[in-house]
């Protein structure tokens, strides 16, 4: 079993910054790709940025430029730097990865984290 365990969310006003973390735990071998969604109220989950075990990113247009995501492989964790947060960014984030079975070497599952809700408003 893997766990995915997401902090840092919170009320910022715009223009402010948070930092998101997630930390990874379980029968993991390996992770594959990291990432975070959001989903707003009446929207559907959005890919907001991914990372490769390799470091290669990605990430939706409306972040770029405002938000960074990095990975730290020797604690399995992925974070999301978040700045000049926008109310639009106002949505739940899901911390995601592909995680490469300890106990099934080769078999790739994927995991959620329970979310964390940030908040832009003033």
């Known amino acids: 079993q893997v766990q995915l365990v997401e902090s840092g969310g919170g009320l910022v006003q715009p223009g402010g910054s948070l930092r998101l973390s997630c930390v990874a735990s379980g029968s993991i071998f390996s992770i594959n790709a990291m990432g975070w969604y959001r989903q707003a109220p009446g929207k559907e989950r959005e890919l907001v940025a991914a990372i490769t075990s390799g470091g290669i990113t990605d990430y939706v247009d409306s972040v770029k430029g405002r938000f960074t995501i990095s990975r730290d492989n020797a604690k399995n964790t992925v974070s999301l730097q978040m700045n000049s947060l926008k109310p639009e960014d106002t949505a739940v984030y899901y911390c995601?990865?592909?995680?490469?079975?300890?106990?099934?070497?080769?078999?790739?599952?994927?995991?959620w984290g329970q979310g964390t809700r940030v908040t832009v408003s003033s």
């Open positions: 995601n990865a592909d995680v490469t079975s300890a106990q099934a070497m080769g078999v790739v599952y994927e995991y």
